[in-house]
């Protein structure tokens, strides 16, 4: 059944926890949800593809989007900006489809304080060693880039209480069906079925 409203989720986690492979087995098996593609000044890295992981442009045009308020939120994370486009993800919501935020937990923080009907999902390793191996294993930033991350990791992992769930990304499957649970159990929430309530009033 098409839904009056989409519902807003936002999923955080540390750099190379595997949200993106996560976000990739989740879509291939939902249907109705759209990933709110996010603009960053960071390079592409190998493989990604402008306009599908991410949408690349230079520092000016980021800091235009700010002044013009063209974002629902961005932040700076490790030495680069990030940003959600506020237009894109409006039309998705009135169109009662779903959408998909993968945001860090600065940006995840100025959601909640603007769309408070949003999921707020939290995702992490089975371990912190596991994140640094993982980290490696993706062999695509230098050791300071690295180290960085695992840094700002310790950082984020103390937001994990402001968010609603936590997921843990030991297998992707199992991350992915815990995932499910959660979209599953809020379109049965009261407040997203008043439509088939009227019926009973
Ligand atoms: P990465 O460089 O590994 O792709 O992403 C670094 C971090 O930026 C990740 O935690 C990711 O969730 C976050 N991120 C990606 N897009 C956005 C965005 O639009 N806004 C914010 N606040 N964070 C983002």
């Not at 993706?138 to 840094?151: H, Q, Y």
Request: with cysteine; glycine share 6%.
């Amino acid at each position: 059944m098409k839904k009056e409203k989409g519902q807003l989720i936002v999923l955080s986690g540390p750099s190379g926890v595997g949200k993106s492979t996560v976000i990739a087995e989740l879509f291939g098996q939902r249907e109705n949800i759209y990933f709110s593609v996010s603009y960053t000044t960071r390079q592409p890295r190998v493989g990604e593809q402008d306009g599908v992981n991410y949408n690349f442009v230079v520092r000016e045009e980021f800091e235009r989007m700010i002044a013009a308020d063209e974002l629902l939120e961005y932040a700076e994370y490790v030495n680069n900006y990030y940003g959600t486009s506020l237009k894109a993800i409006q039309d998705k919501l009135n169109a009662g489809v779903d959408v998909l935020l993968d945001i860090e937990v600065q940006g995840a923080a100025k959601v909640r304080a603007r769309c408070p009907d949003a999921l707020f999902i939290f995702i992490i390793p089975p371990s912190f060693e596991e994140l640094s191996r993982r980290l490696h294993r993706r062999n695509t930033d230098s050791e300071d880039v690295i180290a960085g991350r695992l840094e700002k990791a310790k950082i984020e992992f103390k937001e994990i209480p402001s968010y609603d769930y936590l997921v843990i990304n030991d297998k992707v499957s199992g991350a992915v069906a815990e995932i499910e649970a959660i979209l599953k159990a809020a379109e049965c929430r009261v407040e997203n079925r008043k439509s088939i309530l009227a019926q009973f009033a």
